[in-house]
């Protein structure tokens, strides 16, 4: 059945609620393996950053002030986490108080984050989305809407980095506009990482 789907800025208290959901997302995606505290901190300081546009996604519902409302399920492929086998859907949104998706833009720098800013380009990251509504368009929708916010605020590019064995996420960001830009990296993990880049004249579709 299709949903409507919200998406709404985050504000102050949304933060421990929103990394939750990232964190509990990207623990199912990795099969179980568990998150340094670290990186979890490391998280939440980023999203709670002033100059961080963080965006959550909600079912309808469970909203009233509604800024934008998609049906999901519907359109291309999205760009979530690829579904894992024998997860319990009724188990999979336990910690996410009622958020179904985040992501973040942060302005861009140079030197993958280190360097001065880079002017024009948005830089997105923290793309996450509950389990159990993989599948359902949810992460195209919070990318869409960090676009159009983006061009809003005069930005001109974006960048992202992404697992290179996401094959959803892969193919969602193809079918977006975004291009493999050619650079590689290995996380924390040893997992290989490939960077995209696209202007920011349109969403497209």
């Known amino acids: 059945m299709d949903e409507a789907v919200t998406v709404r800025e985050a504000a102050a208290a949304d933060l421990d609620a929103a990394v939750a959901l990232w964190t509990f997302s990207h623990v199912v995606r990795r099969n179980g393996r568990p998150l340094p505290e670290a990186h979890i901190a490391s998280v939440h300081e980023r999203m709670a950053s002033p100059e961080a546009l963080v965006l959550l996604a909600h079912d309808s519902a469970d909203q009233n002030g509604q800024e934008s409302v998609r049906e999901a399920g519907r359109g291309p492929d999205n760009g979530e986490h690829d579904e894992e086998p024998g997860k319990d859907p009724d188990k999979e949104s336990e910690h996410n108080s009622g958020i179904i998706g985040t992501i973040m833009g942060v302005q861009g720098r140079d030197e993958d984050g280190s360097g001065p800013p880079v002017s024009g380009l948005i830089h997105i990251s923290l793309l996450s989305v509950a389990p159990d509504r993989w599948g359902q368009h949810i992460g195209r929708l919070l990318v869409e809407e960090t676009i159009k916010r983006a061009v809003a605020r005069g930005f ?7 697992h290179a064995d996401n094959l959803r996420a892969n193919r969602l960001y193809k079918a977006m506009g975004f291009r493999r830009s050619g650079r ?12 995209y880049r696209r202007a920011l004249t349109s969403v497209a579709r």
Request: aromatic content about 10%; hydrophobic content about 45%.
């Open 184 to 195: 590689v990296k290995v996380d924390d993990w040893g997992e290989l990482l490939v960077h």
């Open 156 to 162: 001109d590019q974006a960048q992202l980095w992404t």
